[in-house]
């Protein structure tokens, strides 16, 4: 859509946000005007596939009860044992952290021009906001982030659960370098997107960039 600004040098762009939040439409809308997209959400998926090194390990610390009938890592099994307690939490990321933040990198070495966004929900957790240019917080009330989990199919308690073991807002505000209040219509937060993207390739954000 604006190709001929993605010739300029390369700017990564980490955003993050707990679930709910609308981090992805950000995304999303982001990679329609020309950004290019790390997903940890798709390098994770990859790592799961069946008889990985990742997979064998989060059998043998959850279980097969993980699995589906055909043996692969069915997701929801998974996130449903892992997001009971913070100790299960802590054992779910001890064994993926490490290897979706070698294979981001291994990603991100593939590009030399251009926006190229990080697509990470534990972008502040994990400290992938330090190896970032610029790093993104989206945030949303509580209870639009609640009810947004709940519109994608789990119950109340789940929710709930779900975000009670993901760092709340307040933890990593301080963190980044701008943050995205979701707190309006769709169409508002595409508003702030394009404004977003018209921000990174100005004059101002140019200076801002070169005086750091």
């Known amino acids: ?13 980490g955003i993050g946000g707990n679930t709910g ?3 992805t439409t950000v995304v999303n809308e982001l990679r329609r005007y020309g950004a290019k997209v790390i997903d940890a959400d798709k390098v994770t998926g990859a790592l799961l596939h069946k008889n990985t090194a990742e997979y064998k390990k989060l059998v043998k610390v959850f279980g097969p009860e993980i699995l589906t009938r055909t043996g692969q890592v069915d997701r929801q099994a998974l996130a449903d044992k892992a997001f009971c307690s913070a100790a299960a939490l802590k054992k779910l990321n001890a064994v993926m952290h490490p290897s979706i933040l070698k294979r981001i990198r291994a990603d991100l070495d ?11 929900p534990l972008l502040f957790s994990v400290g992938l906001d330090k190896e970032v240019d610029v ?7 509580e209870r639009l982030k609640l009810k947004r ?4 199919g789990l119950d109340r308690e789940a929710a709930k659960q779900r975000l009670k073991m993901q760092d709340p807002d ?14 309006g219509s769709l169409a508002e937060l595409k508003r702030k997107s394009r404004a977003l993207w018209n ?3 100005s004059s101002r954000f140019q200076n801002l960039r070169a005086a750091r």
């Open 199 to 201: 921000f990174f390739y």
């Open 135 to 141: 790093a993104i917080l989206v945030t949303a009330p």
């Open 21 to 23: 939040a609308g981090k």
């Open 110 to 120: 593939k590009y030399r021009k251009g926006l190229v966004i990080i697509d990470a």
């Open 149 to 152: 989990l709940m519109d994608c």
């Open 1 to 13: 859509m604006f190709d001929r600004k993605l010739n300029q040098d390369r700017l990564v762009v």
């Open 170 to 183: 307040a933890k990593v505000w301080r963190k980044a370098d701008f943050v995205l209040e979701n707190k």
